[in-house]
């Protein structure tokens, strides 16, 4: 559990306003109390601010809270979904490429407060805004009681949409457990990545390269911030240009209609 002091510094007009603003927007503003402002004040500043607060610890806890409210989203929407098809599903719903998106809608990015170094570094815009985003996270869970029913209110919606696109094109979010399982069935062994980095800037979308082969049958390219995500973008070209081919092709493990 997440220690804060009982006496906080008071917020000045301006920023109460502006982060009000932001409960506003994501539908929350009836749990305005001290507590909470400062520390959803505390979950978007970065520690290149340089304050004794910063949003680290809960961006810890909003890791935590994360998970375990997409794991109760789709164990109450998608009761029937197989173990497999929930794992994959959740790594979407919690992934830092769905957290820098959702943090892009709420423009996070005009609530936070950073240091001059933070400032000038463009290429880690999306980092930030998924620790900024996961940080608020925990700062609506603890500000709450330690509720999930805000965190649920509030990303629900969020996550019904990207459910309904993982569940329409499996092959773009779950494209390594895809193209290693048909070229399994095919007899071609398992698909062979070769990832390079191409850049040393932290966050730069092409940063990694990833090249799969697949026997001499198969190959693709994909491009990521990270080597996962690298091969994950090359694994989902590669199974598009087996649907291209192979229109019967689809995720493993389907969900129910």
């Keep these: 559990m997440l220690h804060h002091p009982n006496s906080l510094k008071a917020l000045d007009s301006t920023r109460t306003n ?4 932001l ?6 503003q009836e749990l305005k109390t001290s507590k909470l402002m400062s520390l959803v004040d505390e979950a978007l500043t970065h520690v290149s601010a340089g304050r004794s607060k910063n949003f680290e610890r809960l961006e810890f806890l909003g890791d935590a809270v994360l998970r375990l409210a997409a794991t109760e989203f789709i164990d109450h929407h998608y009761p029937d979904l197989p173990v497999g098809s929930c794992s994959n599903l959740r790594a979407q719903l919690v992934s830092d490429r769905w957290l820098a998106q959702l943090g892009e809608q709420l423009q996070l990015e ?17 980092t930030l805004r998924a620790d900024a985003t996961e940080a608020l996270i925990g700062a609506i869970y603890s500000g709450s009681g330690n ?9 629900t919606p969020h996550w019904q949409q990207t459910t309904a696109e993982v569940l329409a094109a499996p092959h773009l979010f779950n494209g390594k457990t895809i193209l290693q399982e048909w070229s399994q069935a095919e007899g071609l062994g398992l698909p062979d990545y070769t990832t390079r980095e191409q850049s040393s ?12 082969q697949v026997g001499t049958r198969l190959n693709a390219d994909g491009l990521g911030r990270s080597r996962k995500e690298a091969e994950q973008n090359a694994a989902a070209e590669a199974v598009q240009s087996l649907q291209d081919l192979e229109p019967a092709i689809d995720s493993p493990n389907d969900a129910p209609h």
Excluded: Y
Excluded at 18 to 21: D, I, N, P, R
Excluded at 23 to 28: A, E, M, Q, S, Y
Excluded at 110 to 126: E, M, N, Y
């Design 18 to 21: 502006k982060l009000l603003e």
């Design 23 to 28: 409960l506003r927007t994501i539908g929350l």
């Design 110 to 126: 005009s609530f936070l407060v950073l240091g001059p170094k933070a400032q000038g570094d463009t290429a880690a815009r999306a």
């Design 147 to 155: 509720n999930f029913e805000p965190i649920h209110q509030w990303l």
């Design 201 to 212: 800037r932290h966050g730069d979308p092409e940063r990694f390269h990833s090249h799969v």
